[in-house]
């Protein structure tokens, strides 16, 4: 028997968890898990349900779109390893914590290759025997230098997503719509709290409490695209603000791993610049 993902994103009416399970039933499915969600204010229904059996793909996804409301998006998935390429510059936190995750198996991907505008990271990134492309944006404009990494991107079949890995360069609108909601950061702050350069500083001058990050798909908006995951932790007035960002990081890389693993298990719905997480 094989294991699938029905991932649901309709507007809202009666009868469909009914009218998806009766096909599901007559499909012999045996339900493994379901979970739904109504966004009453604009009429949307979600739902993410792992069934399993043996089924024709083809004809289940025609069956389900058949009963569901017109212009609904519907997937049905094979789970299997989805391919990512990491992006960073100099720092290593984030990044070598999804590799040890990835080392000891606990991310569902294949990482074809690390890309970074610095070789810092060479040498700890080929200890995993993973792919290290350096691209260097010295005397190169911002769009060429990104020419350059799609061009190195378009050479891998089947990029589910990009990683940015505290790859510390804003990117430019045609680097975002060519990787639409692909393209996931990890930001040290909690957003939308201190956008921009030096989080930990602009928290440090005002004095918080709390420091956190936030894991989010990116759009042409600096740090304001849909938000994935967060987290924080509790400062006091001893900190200074490099403290806080000896702190900071350690939740960057928590969160950006978690962000990632949602993202691999298909458990995140994108829409009005928010998200659905199951």
């Known amino acids: 028997m094989s294991q699938?993902?029905?991932?649901?994103?309709?507007?809202?009416?009666?009868?469909?968890v009914y009218k998806v399970s009766t096909i599901f039933f007559n499909y012999g499915l045996n339900i493994l898990s379901n979970n739904e969600f109504?966004?009453?204010?604009?009429?949307?229904?979600?739902?993410?349900?792992?069934?399993?059996?043996?089924?024709?793909?083809?004809?289940?996804?025609?069956?389900?779109?058949?009963?569901?409301?017109?212009?609904?998006?519907l997937d049905v998935i094979e789970p299997k390893k989805k391919n990512i390429i990491i992006m960073a510059t100099k720092e290593?936190?984030?990044i070598g914590?999804?590799?040890?995750?990835?080392e000891a198996g606990e991310l569902d991907a294949n990482i074809l290759a690390v890309i970074s505008n610095y070789d810092k990271l060479e040498s700890i990134v080929n200890k995993f025997d993973i792919p290290y492309i350096t691209i260097s944006h010295e005397n190169l404009e911002r769009e060429e230098h990104e020419n350059k990494i799609i061009e190195c991107i378009s050479k891998y079949k089947d990029v589910d997503y990009i990683v940015l890995a505290k790859y510390m360069r804003i990117l430019t609108p045609k680097f975002v719509e060519t990787f639409k909601d692909k393209i996931i950061?990890?930001?040290?702050?909690?957003l939308p709290a201190f956008i921009g350069a030096n989080p930990y500083k602009q928290a440090y001058e005002?004095?918080?409490k709390i420091i956190g990050a936030t894991a989010h798909f990116v759009n042409n908006n600096l740090d304001e695209g849909p938000i994935i995951a967060q987290e924080i932790i509790h400062v006091d007035h001893a900190y200074s603000w490099k403290d806080m960002q000896s702190s900071g990081r350690d939740v960057e890389k928590v969160v950006?791993?978690?962000a990632l693993k949602l993202a691999l298990e298909d458990r995140i719905f994108v829409y009005a610049n928010k998200t659905v997480i199951f």
């Open 92 to 94: 290593i936190h984030a």
């Open 97 to 102: 914590d999804i590799l040890i995750r990835h």
């Open 256 to 258: 950006l791993s978690r």
């Open 185 to 190: 950061n990890i930001h040290h702050s909690f």
């Open 206 to 208: 005002r004095g918080v």
């Open 4 to 16: 699938y993902r029905v991932l649901i994103d309709a507007n809202d009416e009666k009868g469909i």
């Open 38 to 73: 109504v966004d009453y204010e604009n009429n949307k229904f979600f739902m993410r349900s792992v069934v399993d059996g043996d089924v024709d793909l083809f004809q289940l996804h025609k069956s389900l779109l058949e009963i569901l409301p017109k212009n609904s998006s």
